[in-house]
Nanobody
């Protein structure tokens, strides 16, 4: 069964760093995009960062210059390096993988940034 396993969330002070990692089961093929979304309380889920097969990336404006998304060449792992974290980055972060058939989501990992 295809599934995504996330790790690396936690509590950090403002200005600190965290690295999120997501590993897929190896059963998801022909991956077009891998990345991360987040959802804060009372808000809609939003794109944080995505990396595509050719290596291009998308970032939401609020994280540009602070977050970096990367993936391994096999398409089995996607990471999100988060630096200079702010309280407004507090949210549940979800791993996202998309192929030609569907979207896949992780279970979510909590990131909390204290002021």
């Amino acid at each position: 069964q295809e599934h995504l396993v996330e790790s690396g969330g936690g509590l950090v002070q403002a200005g600190g760093s965290l690295n999120l990692s997501c590993t897929q089961s190896g059963l998801i093929y022909s991956i077009g995009a891998m990345g991360w979304y987040r959802q804060a309380p009372g808000k809609q889920r939003e794109l944080v960062a995505e990396i595509y097969t050719g290596g291009s990336t998308d970032y939401t404006d609020s994280v540009k210059g602070r977050f970096t998304v990367s993936r391994d060449s096999a398409g089995n792992r996607v990471n999100l390096q988060m630096n200079s974290l702010r309280p407004e980055d507090t949210a549940v972060y979800y791993c996202h993988v998309q192929n030609c058939l569907r979207h896949y989501w992780g279970q979510g990992t909590q990131v909390t940034v204290s002021a």
